[in-house]
């Protein structure tokens, strides 16, 4: 068989230097002729290993990990020019022990089936893997729409988008909702800090979503479908719209698609402005209507008035991504995943401080844990792993103790949690949790649509007391204003952002109370994180008076003699730490 | 309706609701009152205040009552902690954001709250004895206080941060005003309530006693004053020299208080010859105000010595005496530095002393006085001595004082009361040689009554507090008595006399609740925002952002000419000055006080505006609309002017900007409101809860509390009820009133902002007689007498009457019979529909009614740009576009049409009347036409088709200035949609293309459907009125023909005459273009002024030899005429308006006729002087048309009516009105003023 390169080129691997990997061996392979095909595939979950070239030869795959340019002159001198495989380059492959080989084996890839496996600007490399097969099936064995949702349902998929709502019983309601207009929209506004698998999805395997959303077309009725796309995902717009043309072409979109007379379907592309609140379905309804994007009360729900007023469904992309899937494989192969209430699988985006970021698709009922440390390789650095944010924004932290937690919908609720979109931001003992809480309420209090009062003025009054704790300003009583606001945000808002903003808020005071407190009392930051709180003094039995943190000092605040302890004072100092990590000795103190 | 209803459980009662109801209505209907911010019922549920939150059971947290729709079984509570709790941060989250005054700093410092910024804005108005009841609802001594008040509010004006730095003059303008009234025959008189036979006793005729006795006895309690000097007044009489405050102005206010039925005892001293017992015996309840009259000594060693005395006795003695005493070459020490050592070194100057020293330990900074006396009394010539104290006093021989030894002080560190403290510098003492001593140190409180009433009480006692004053509860002023009160110095110790009037009203309040048997509370606080809770006021805010305006100072007596006790300060010298000073008023409260709903619920929910501190936002308020303001601090971004402007007026104009907590609302695009798509309507302004969103009046705002006095717009036939903001006869402003036409309250910018006019103070106001090129006014008997004079002088026929479309049916009526029964004559008209008139007469007939327009499934406006020139209309239309998505297509011969941007589809054409024609043919030559309606409902149809078809179809396209294809795909889309209503206005639309308009509507099976059809608008309030009241030369009332023989004798009848005018009647049109008319009687029209070809108009008046006119101001046509005559106005007329749509809406009159006589009567008067007697009542006259109204012929067909060609004939614009013209005028030049 003919030897194929394979270079990764999702936006991570192209943030990597993929494009110039792939550069490099196209240049080295007409330069010198040399006998292999190169292609292009996206991101296969190994981020952190970025650039990825896979190499299949007779012999079997490999995946070369941290191909730069340069490394790529090496891999192909030698894997196709001497045939000789270099073992610590190799992350993956299943001839040997290769150090991410857990990684892979470890996940259940349902929804990411086909993300670094195939070129996701060929429709040819998409039906080659079953693609369409699922629509094909469809018509061929004349399903009836009620069937297919019965498919849907008895599969157990809930909404990946963070509702976890069941996917089968949208398509029901929009299903029975009578209209000349129904619409089908994929909601790809992903904007979770830390949360990419949608774009990963988007950009490896594009028409998986829109066979997704033909099926569902085809479940309701809909006449019309619209994927909202955030803008920031130029690479995600770019090859949805070389799908779309390619699923013209074949006539799975457009006039009497797939054969049948008189089914008229076609889908267009929504760019969102950035907005994280159009991520919710009233507001992200309103903005394809080309409104101001703010939500608006529900019921009625888009099944009965969506878009136009007319009956819509609304699924993201993970849960579109998943449908063909099942449809092909049955509702029972993926009911075979995942625990009573939650089947299938979930894709998370690990992040934060794990060694291993990136994405991973594992199936329900895993523990927080093994996610972590099986998948994700444990914490950075060694230090002790603290707590996990699960959620974004809309979510909360989950902390140590609690990380025998599976992933399933109402576990992670009980935590205070949500399962979100999948975003897992992992925290360390160098963590300030209520910096963290502060973080998070900073992006949800930016991105409040400014509505409804609570959400607008309260994330605010809540973001300045937090900001007040961490600048060692905090009051007696603050925790419990905090906690007095958060639950008012949260019972007195319309949408989820206003509903969930104060998680983070909450679930760290619940886990963390101690931390608040010794802010609060005792004008300390555990963590050592926030700097007003943060106190360095000199130790004097270490000092040697070497001068160093003196001269490196930006305050001058630091006096002292040749050879003799220095001294800081504790009014010119800024808490910049230079002196501390300036320092050969290990004489600062900081406390 | 039950079939389908729901069963809910509202606060554990099962009630009713409907499939779409939303809880908040659900609640209202069952009179649930349920708070709600941005809820506007005009508008589409929008859910963002969160302060209408309920909980239902089974849904999480809780829910907006105001979006929620009802669902079966739906269980609900409306009210209990944890909602009041959500409800509460709410508004405090808003306020908290909420960078705004409710008050100006003057009101919220005066101590009894006076309404400063209100009672301004009345003087500025010239409402003096308005303004003068506005001040005595909190202090009814204003002409003394506008003298002697020491002006806590001018001190925090913030006039002040300006750089002509001096306060608004408050207090003179008070002074102006209360003088003024004092003056009047018509002056200020409170209502006294009925009778509640309790009895009050008051000890003491001081400011405090006589403003309990003002404040009880307008109750309707019966007070007695009881006083132990043997005048009124006690400190300002006896200690208030009357240099300061004259006694006649303290005789006249007391006189107004004693008018009301208060009675003062003098000469009784309670405890003396005055006992509890009598009291108690006698009265319900009894008030302590007893002052402060203890004066206390210099306190150093010799204080004891002759001609010591203490400052009050000093002035007191001589009122008391009425002697005063003679210092003729004496010197004399004042101790001292507060007003009462102003009061004494003043008056010992006017006692020629020879040198008159005021000695003080402090500096001048640290005077308590007031400033102007300080300034005054230097001026006068008193030697100041400050940093000085009295050690010694040194007596002669006679034991009279001899000289002072003083020490000088220097000072230290600041005291408790925050003054730095004097301390002595050794050894700088010095003497100086003085004749008198007068101490103004202090004064205590007087309590020798104290055992007297102790020993007489039942239940409780009368305490002193530690400081020898009297103990009553701080809120209250209840005493340990409890029918007992106590207020003013008494109570405080010495205070001021604002302080003794704001305690007064106190403890009025107390034990009017006490006698009432209520239970005793203080008046509830209402919310107020303040701009320095957020930050403290400073000069920097306020620079630069107002004109300069240089203070209107008090004028007084020349220093040299004050050696006598007359009154130094003099008054404003007139109405001019008070104005230009009222002009400086920065109106620092907010003008939406009386109907703001964040105030209003902030106080029942007592929120607090600094429960969450934090980051706030400043904005500029944006003036720059000439109507509308918008003040982004204020804004709690409900969002409901946003919506108003996009959901009901189309226009688009605002929009919110940013996210989160730097939203702001703020025109499209940043650009000024004028420059968007903003129709100047005003609807922002009615919907904004707050007062972010207000009327840029010309006029001090205020705010006043108005009287409501509701009215029918007088500009377009739509037909809107308005509610004139009123005071006194002057209007405030104007807001819509839910009516028969506009159900929901809504107006347009005519009735907003048109009505300054009301206000306008160059109103005619007699009958004006051209007397050698110039008017001289005469009475309106002469006047009668003169048009009597000259209608008999000629033929009847010679005289023409015209009446205007703004007028009411009333006033029409009476016209036509004045023409018709007096004159005899049939020559009676408007120049309004001069020579245009009969084609439009059937234009109200068979209309959709307004209504139904939202029911319609396509809107056509032909020409009409109905969103400015009939947009309550408009709105109905914009409204069922926007929430039904019902289409709109815009037929204009316009290049640039307002309306262009709202509709779907534009189509532009050259001319109506061939549009509409080729329409028509197109319909008839394709045979689209509704045969079952022609068959059954239509005559004339073979007639009209032959001839239509006749007609060459691309030239009627050439003359339309359409395509084929366009006309056809419009003719067949209007053809074919069930509910098309087509609306139109006489404005632009001629009588014949309307006419073809009812022949489209006709042939196509549209007319006088439910929701399908014509709606023609005209263009004024009565246009409709003039065709059914007979102003024409042909037509009786109800459109009946003169011709009509059963009508005549019905009218002769009536009128009870066998003589009428001839059965000739004659185009009216063609007589006075021919010059026939010798004697002209315009009422309320204006047709040189409005003339679109004026040498044409002027050419009609060339032959005419005798004009009267009737109007409100001296229009063009009436400064043409020989007599003109004051027209009275709607409100203050009455009477009745037919709408475009034939709806009948009659106003009262509530205001007084400014011109004397109202139309009704003068014309009334006219009928008179040739001998028929006729009822000037509305009523009376509206009754009279109804008996002649013709009778209901029932089934009568329609019928296609044949026009030839064309007949635009519109001469005059503003419908030929002054009023419309006026505004419009206005509008334009303020709108497009760069």
Known sequence: MMTTVTVGLGSCGIAAGANKTYEKIKALKEQENLPFELQKTSCIGMCYREPLVEITDDTGTYIYGDVTADRAVEVIEKHINQHDPIRDYIVYTDLFEA???????????????????????????????????????????????????????????????????????????????????????????????????????????????????????????????????????????????????????????????????????????????????????????????????????????????????????????????????????????????????????????????????????????????????????????????????????????????LSDTIVDYDSVNATGAIMGSGGMVVMDETTCMVDVAKFFLDFTRKESCGKCTFCRMGTMRMLEILERITNGKGREGDIEKLEELAYQIKDNSLCGLGQTAPNPVLTTIRYFRDEYEAHIGHKKCPAKVCRPLLTYTVDEEKCTGCMVCLKNCPAKAITGERKKPHLINQDLCTKCGVCFTKCKFDSIILT | MSDNSLNIILNGTIVKGYPGETILELARRNGIVIPTLCNDDRLEPFTSCYVCVVEVEGMRGHQPACSTKLAEGMKIITDNEGIRKSRKMALELMLSNHYADCLGPCKQTCPAGVDVQGYISLIEKGMYTDAVALIKETNPLPAICGRVCVRPCERECRRNFLDEGAPVGIDYLKRYASDHDLESPDKFVPAVKKSTGKKIAVIGAGPGGLSVGHFMQIEGHQVDIYEAAPKSGGWLRYGIPEYRLPNDILDKEVKNITDLGVNIFYNKKFGENLSYKEIRSKYDALVLTIGSQKGTGVGCTGDDAGNVYSGIDFLKNMEVTGQRYDFKGKTIAVVGGGNTAMDCCRTSIRCNAHKVYVIYRRTEKEMPANPIEIHESKLEGVEYMFLTLPKTINKNEKGDVESITCIKMELGE?????????????????????????????????????????????????????????????????????????????????????????????????????????????????????????????????LDKFEKQIREEMPTLPAEGRMNFSEVELGYKGADVAHHESQRCLECGCTAFFNCDLQKYSSEYNARQNYFEGEFREYQADFRHPYIEIDNNKCILCARCVRICREVVGANALGLINRGFDTYVAPAMGEALQDTHCESCGMCISTCPTGAITENVIFKPGPVKTKAVESICTYCSVGCAISLQTVNGFTFGVTGRKGLVNADGNICRYAKFGYNYLNDTSRITAPMLRVNGKFETINFEKAFGIIKEKISEVNPNDNAFFGGARLSNEEMYLIHKLARLAVKTNNVGSFHYLGRGESYRKNCEYNVPFSEIKDASLICFIGTEINRDHAVAGFMAQNAHFVKKIPQVMVTVKENNSLSHKVNQEIKIKSYYHFIKAMNHFILSKGLENGLFLRDRVEGFEEYKKQLLALDFHDLLKEAGIGADELGNFAKTYNNEMNAVILFSEKEISGAASKELFNLAMITGKLGKTASGLVAVREKNNSQGLFDMGVSPHYGIGGQELADAGYIARLKDKWKTELLATDETKCLHGIVQDGQVKNMFIFGEDPVGCAIDRSYVDSLFKPVEFLVVQDYFMTETASMADLVLPASLPAETGGSYTNAQKVIQQFQAEMKPKPGLTNLRQIAGLLAAFGHKVSSNPIDTFMEVVTLFPENNGNEKLRLCITLKDNHHRKYRYGCDAVMKRFEEEFERKITKP
């Open chain 1, 99 to 401: 150090a991410e080989n857990d990684f892979i084996q470890a996940q259940v890839k349902i929804v990411l089936r086909n993300c670094g496996y195939m070129d996701p600007e060929s429709i040819a490399d998409y039906e080659e893997r079953n693609g369409y097969t699922a629509m094909k099936t469809i018509v061929m064995n004349k399903l009836s729409r009620e069937e297919v949702i019965k498919t849907i349902l008895d599969s157990g998929l809930r909404g990946r988008g963070g509702g976890g709502f069941p996917t089968g019983m949208k398509w029901k309601f929009a299903n029975t909702n009578k209209s000349e207009q129904k619409y089908v929209i994929c909601n790809a506004d992903e904007g979770d800090p830390g949360a990419f698998m949608d774009r990963s999805v988007l950009e490896g395997d594009p028409h998986s979503i829109l066979e997704g959303m033909i099926i569902a077309a085809y479940a309701i009725e809909a006449t019309g479908g619209v994927i909202y796309c955030r803008a920031e995902y130029p690479l995600a717009i770019k090859r949805l719209n070389i799908a779309l043309r390619q699923a013209h072409e074949k006539g799975y979109l457009g006039k009497d698609i797939f054969g049948i007379k008189g089914w008229d379907f076609d889908i267009y592309i929504k760019e969102g402005a950035g907005a994280f609140v159009c991520g919710e379905e009233t507001a992200l309804i309103a903005s394809i209507e080309g409104e101001r994007g703010m939500p608006r009360k529900r019921p009625p729900f888009p099944a009965a008035s969506g878009l136009w007023k007319k009956p819509t469904n609304i699924n993201n992309v993970e849960t579109y991504a998943n449908v063909p899937w099942i449809i092909l494989n049955g509702a029972a192969a993926y009911a075979k995943y995942g625990t009573e209430k939650s089947k299938g699988t979930k894709v998370f985006a690990l992040a934060g401080k794990i060694k291993r970021s990136g994405l991973v698709e594992v199936p329900m009922g895993m523990t927080i844990k093994d996610v972590i440390f099986k998948l994700g390789g444990g914490i950075k650095n060694n230090k002790r792993f603290k707590a996990v944010q699960l959620g974004g924004p809309s979510g909360g932290c989950i902390p140590e103790y």
């Open chain 2, 414 to 542: 600041p005291d408790a009361s925050g003054r730095r403290r004097p301390v002595p510098v050794e050894g700088s003492d010095f003497d100086l040689g003085v004749d008198y001593v007068l101490a103004a140190i202090g004064q205590k409180t007087d309590v020798n009554f104290i055992d007297d009433i102790n020993t007489n009480a039942e239940g409780g006692a009368l305490k002193i507090n530690k400081w020898g004053d009297l103990d009553a509860d701080k809120n209250t002023l209840q005493t340990g008595i409890p029918s007992v009160f106590a207020a003013g110095d008494g109570v405080t110790g010495p205070a001021t006399i604002i302080e003794a009037i704001a305690q007064a009203r106190i403890a009025s309040v107390s034990a009017h609740q006490f006698v009432m048997g209520l239970p005793i509370r203080p008046a509830a606080k209402p919310f107020t925002s303040k701009r320095d809770n957020f930050k403290k006021q400073l000069a920097q805010d306020y």
